[in-house]
């Protein structure tokens, strides 16, 4: 683990090692307009001092967004159509992504390439604090061998939330937060995995209780809000002004897609903390250890059709979580050995 004070290139040399980067390989960085210069940059260097031959994919764009404004608009970006790029991209074996490229057509072009992708928009202190470890990995692909042999995902909380998910074919999403496996995605930093139910089922409630945070508004409630979850999509979201809010968020995107239920995971990682008042797009929450992270819209990531801009992340505490009869999650702490912390 990097020491505190690191400059950005050492930093991220450290991260393109563990990305498995070395001499012949070849690393694309995709930025777009003045946003996140000097992380490409950085990167670039980072990556010439591998060895690695270095490709610079910089969009001009007057319409560049912060990673705040991207994370709330996902699916549409620069890229489409920009087929010259989208063919240096291919062509890498690692793209380093300072656009935000998650669930859009384009990302799953480029991996189905078979290029790695590694996702880096958060602030450096973020980054920084959340560094990656082989440890972290360990963990996160233990809770994968478990979810890929699971038929169904129940999670609860003292609040009410009792909602059952059926588990099918469908793809499992691990983010560690570095990734040396062609055409797989991950996002620095990271510290969960996730997938996603069997479309059009999954049935119960979701209750988010005071305190739970909702992504990408970087809010923690201050009042329960119910989710209603019929047929694999939320059919009503109860509670006070709060739910309200939410409600008219998701209407204003006159999409019925939205409301279908999206991944569904828990975080595993120890170093996160419950808080929005990080900057960036708020991985602290989403990867916290123990948190269910619930969420709500899109389904490509998955191999799924569904790629309504709408995406709520809603990570919660204190809940329990079962794939099929074992615990996985009991109260906000980790009960498989092999998935729990050092020292928890
Ligand atoms: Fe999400």
Redo the contacts with the bound molecule.
């Keep these: 683990m990097p020491r505190a004070g690191t400059n950005m290139v050492e930093l991220f040399r450290e991260e393109l090692e563990l990305c498995g980067v070395g001499p012949g390989e070849r690393v694309a960085v995709l930025s777009e307009g003045d946003q996140l210069r000097d992380y490409a940059e950085a990167f670039l260097t980072a990556a010439r001092a591998l060895g690695a031959d270095v490709e610079d994919v910089n969009l001009r764009s007057d319409g560049a967004k912060s990673a705040s404004e991207r994370i709330a608009h996902l699916g549409k970006n620069s890229l489409t159509g920009d087929r010259a790029a989208m063919e240096t991209l291919k062509a890498a074996d690692l793209v380093v992504d300072h656009m935000l490229l998650l669930f859009s057509r384009e990302q799953i072009e480029i991996q189905e390439a078979g290029t790695r992708m590694l996702l880096v928009v958060e602030p450096f202190e973020v980054l920084e604090r959340l560094f990656p470890s082989e440890d972290l990995r360990r963990r996160v692909e233990a809770g994968e061998a478990r979810l890929a042999k699971a038929r169904t995902l129940r999670f609860t909380n003292a609040a009410g939330t009792d909602v059952t998910y059926q588990l099918g074919e469908r793809p499992i999403l691990t983010e560690y937060g570095y990734t040396d496996t062609p055409g797989r995605w991950d996002h620095w930093p990271g510290g969960f995995l996730s997938t996603i139910g069997a479309k059009g089922r999954g049935e119960g409630r979701v209750v988010m209780d005071r305190g739970d945070i909702v992504y990408p508004h970087k809010r923690m409630l201050g009042e329960p809000v119910e989710f209603v979850v019929r047929d694999g999509a939320v059919a009503d979201i109860r509670g006070g002004a709060e739910a309200a809010e939410l409600r008219k968020f998701m209407e204003s995107y006159q999409d019925p897609r939205a409301y279908a239920l999206?991944?569904i995971g828990w975080g595993l990682n120890d170093r996160c903390e419950w808080t929005v008042e990080r900057p960036g797009i708020g991985m602290d929450g989403?990867a916290y250890y123990g948190n269910v992270?619930f969420?709500l819209?899109p389904d490509t990531e998955f191999g799924g059709d569904n790629d309504t801009e709408c995406?709520l992340?809603l990570p919660m505490r204190r809940c329990s979580l079962w794939l099929d009869d074992e615990l996985i999650v009991k109260d906000g702490e980790v009960i498989p050995e092999d998935m729990r912390a050092p020292g928890r």
Excluded: I, N
Aim: aromatic residues 0%.
């Design positions: 999206s991944h989403r992270l969420s819209g995406h992340d």
